[in-house]
């Protein structure tokens, strides 16, 4: 993306140079007609390329190039897109390790959330999913894929057998007890707690301000969440229940 901004940039900086070399030449009674040459927005990646091609099919009059190493079909242009979002630092929520979006994974592609996080139903912990499963899939994408920057990183952390430090979002703490089992068993969507995951390019803790009882405003993870839905559900608010 950075080097269509640059070549914009330089597009706007040409601006008032070709509009005197214009004048010059209309005043000369010379054919303005070479007036754009050399102007041409060309493409340094393929990511790139699929912009480009993408804005002069809706504007004719744009001039791009598309060097040949770059016209290629992969990655695919909705994949450049998720990666671009998943880095995007004014999205709300931590910027992860790899370009990782759930809107492409569990939105487009509808893999199933317990396909990666397969723990929720047996463990304490959700867990994220491990490199060995991200590459089940990716080992078998073209090669060309390697072009994003989240892919390398995967494949970097694949060679080294390091796990990736993933930012953690949502984090109780230690003298809290939680298990995502009883709460999955008992019917609760994992949306109910935690949004629309499949709409978020970036995961983040979603909104959820709950009025107690006796007036006082509790967010998401607070005690004060967890006790009122327990009490429209009719689970337990012992202190034993959730402290040990
Ligand atoms: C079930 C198969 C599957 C698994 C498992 C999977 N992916 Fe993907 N991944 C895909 C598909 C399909 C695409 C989209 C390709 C396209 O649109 O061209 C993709 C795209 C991507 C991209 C590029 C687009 C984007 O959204 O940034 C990255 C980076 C990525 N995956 C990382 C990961 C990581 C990290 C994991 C493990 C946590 C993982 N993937 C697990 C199938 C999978
Ligand atoms: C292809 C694998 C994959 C799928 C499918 C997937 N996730 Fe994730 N999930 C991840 C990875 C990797 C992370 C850690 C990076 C991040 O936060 O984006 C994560 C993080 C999360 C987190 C934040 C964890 C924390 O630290 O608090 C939540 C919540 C979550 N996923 C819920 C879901 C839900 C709900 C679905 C289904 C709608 C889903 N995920 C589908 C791979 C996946
Ligand atoms: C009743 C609310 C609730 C539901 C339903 C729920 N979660 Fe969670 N989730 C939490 C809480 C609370 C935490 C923080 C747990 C902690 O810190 O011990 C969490 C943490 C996570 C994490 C962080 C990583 C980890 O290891 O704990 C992931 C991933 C996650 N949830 C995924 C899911 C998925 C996928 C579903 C649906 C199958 C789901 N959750 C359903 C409340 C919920
Ligand atoms: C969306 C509603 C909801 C939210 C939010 C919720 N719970 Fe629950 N929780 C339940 C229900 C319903 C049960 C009873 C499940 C059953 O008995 O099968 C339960 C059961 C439990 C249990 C006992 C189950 C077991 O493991 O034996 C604990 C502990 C618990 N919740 C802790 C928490 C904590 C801590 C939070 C907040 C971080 C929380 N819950 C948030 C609905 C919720
Ligand atoms: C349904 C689960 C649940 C129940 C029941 C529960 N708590 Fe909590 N409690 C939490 C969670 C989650 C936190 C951590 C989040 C927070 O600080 O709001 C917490 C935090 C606390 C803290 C620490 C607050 C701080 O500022 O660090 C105290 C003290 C506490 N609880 C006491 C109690 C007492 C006393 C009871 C019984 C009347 C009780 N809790 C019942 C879930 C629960």
Request: charged letters at 20%; proline letters at 6%.
């Amino acid at each position: 993306m950075r080097s269509i901004h640059l070549t914009r940039s330089l597009t706007v900086l040409a601006l008032p140079l070709a509009v005197a070399a214009l004048v010059a030449w209309v005043s000369l009674g010379e054919s303005a007609s070479h007036a754009d040459e050399g102007q041409a927005l060309v493409a340094g990646s393929v990511c790139e390329a699929h912009e480009l091609k993408a804005r002069a099919a809706e504007d004719p009059h744009l001039s791009v190039e598309i060097p040949k190493e770059f016209d290629k079909a992969f990655p695919t242009r909705a994949a450049c897109l998720s990666h671009a979002a998943a880095e995007d630092p004014d999205a709300p929520g931590p910027l992860q390790p790899i370009q990782f979006s759930h809107k492409h994974h569990a939105g487009t592609f509808e893999i199933d959330c317990q396909y990666c996080h397969s723990g929720t139903d047996v463990s304490p912990a959700a867990g994220v999913p491990s490199v060995e499963l991200c590459m089940g899939c990716h080992s078998q994408f073209p090669k060309e894929y390697d072009q994003l920057e989240g892919i390398r990183t995967l494949k970097q952390h694949w060679e080294t057998k390091e796990p990736i430090q993933w930012e953690q979002i949502h984090r109780l703490p230690e003298h809290v007890q939680f298990q995502h089992r009883a709460h999955v068993r008992a019917g609760f969507d994992c949306q109910r707690c935690h949004g629309a995951v499949e709409e978020m390019e970036k995961v983040y803790m979603t909104e959820d301000t709950i009025w107690w009882p006796w007036g006082l405003p509790s967010k998401k993870l607070e005690m004060g969440w967890c006790v009122d839905c327990h009490r429209e559900n009719g689970a337990s608010q012992d202190c034993y229940a959730c402290h040990y």
